[in-house]
């Protein structure tokens, strides 16, 4: 089986608000942990968010909490992240990603995740 997913970024300036979106297609993820990852120039890519398989819980980075939420439709197979209060430093390639394995684990890996979706830039100016 092979997946793809589509994000949709843009631009914006430093306190605005920019909604993205992550669509699974060529399979369902409804029993797979999804989360938010980004990779700024000149630096490694970090974890940024990450949703249950049942949407109960969620996890963030530090640097976004309060101002980032992900959620999820596992009906249209989709996760969003809204970003608010953006920050130039939230300026990277932002890209969404699945796995079964528990987020404790995922940790542990490094978050290298099963399934990876097309990454899309986001920038934030000042």
């Known amino acids: 089986l092979s997946a793809a997913a589509g994000v949709w970024g843009g631009l914006v300036q430093a306190g605005g608000s920019l909604s993205l979106s992550c669509v699974a297609s060529?399979?369902?993820?409804?029993?797979?942990?999804m989360g938010w990852f980004r990779r700024a120039p000149g630096r490694e890519r970090e974890f940024v968010a990450g949703?249950?398989?049942?949407?109960?819980?969620?996890y963030y980075t530090d640097s976004v909490k309060g101002r980032f939420t992900i959620s999820r439709d596992t009906a249209k197979n989709t996760v969003y992240l809204q970003m608010n209060s953006l920050k130039p430093e939230d300026t990277a390639e932002y890209y969404c990603?699945?796995?079964?394995?528990?987020?404790?684990?995922?940790?542990?890996?490094?978050?290298?995740?099963?399934?990876w979706g097309k990454g899309t830039q986001v920038t934030v100016s000042s």
């Open positions: 990603g699945a796995d079964p394995r528990s987020w404790i684990v995922l940790k542990l890996r490094k978050y290298v995740m099963d399934y």
């Open positions: 060529g399979r369902t993820f409804s029993n797979y942990n």
């Open positions: 949703i249950s398989w049942s949407g109960g819980s969620t």
